[in-house]
């Protein structure tokens, strides 16, 4: 960790970073958005080696609305190598650069027919539905995290009073995380939605876990690309996730924007 932190402040600079912001698939317009530096994860010791489509792996340090930020431009997934730690290290170099805080987002699927393709929904809460987590071999009483205010109440009020200003539409929600890669069954949607789970995806949480386990308050904002399976006629596949994840890009865009001048 230590190394890659040592390049990032030889390339970016020693100015403390005050939020980190985890882009999800087809969600990684934003990094370009950020004034500073790009740095491939492949020159960071302990960064994940991220090989999905629609995935983006830089870090870029900069300025965006006046905030210095670090943006991950991907994530390294469990179902890509099976490692629900693999952000550690990359959440480790965060909270080390300074920061404060971290907004995940992903791509998901929605259980709530009155969040549509195209939407964003904040997450409230979430439902670790894989049973995996990334704290499994962590040998100090750390790893008994409290998760019961596990996404920032603080946090989620500037980030919906953010959406209000700018004219998008915020609904709170429970994600579901699913281990995939193969997308869900019908009945396991059905499932999920009894147990409370409003959009299932295939990440987030084992980065929720992370950061709380080092301290980092959390927020996550799903763009949803499609109704999970069963639940519409539509093909769910990468393919349509890619294809839908910019229209709530755009939104994404405007609500962190806004959400950043008042950090
Ligand atoms: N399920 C899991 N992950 C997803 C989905 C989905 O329906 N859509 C986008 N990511």
Redesign the pocket.
Known sequence: MSKSVEVIRARAGDAPVRLGLILG?GLGHLAGAVQGVSIPYADLPGFPHVAVSGHNPNLVVGDLEGVRVAVFGAREHYYENGNPAAMRVALECLKALGAEALIATN???SMRPDIRPGDLMLLNDHINFSGLNPLIGEKTDARFVPMTTAHDAGLRAALRASAEAVGVALPEGVYAW?S?PS??TPAEIRAIKILGGDA???STVPEVILARFLGLRVAAISSI??M??GMSDEQ?SHEH?KAMAPFGAVKLEKVLRHFLRGF
Request: hydrophobic share 45%.
């Open positions: 698939s791509a998901a699927g699913y995939g997308f869900e299932v995806g295939m690309t499609n999970a399976a769910i996730t």
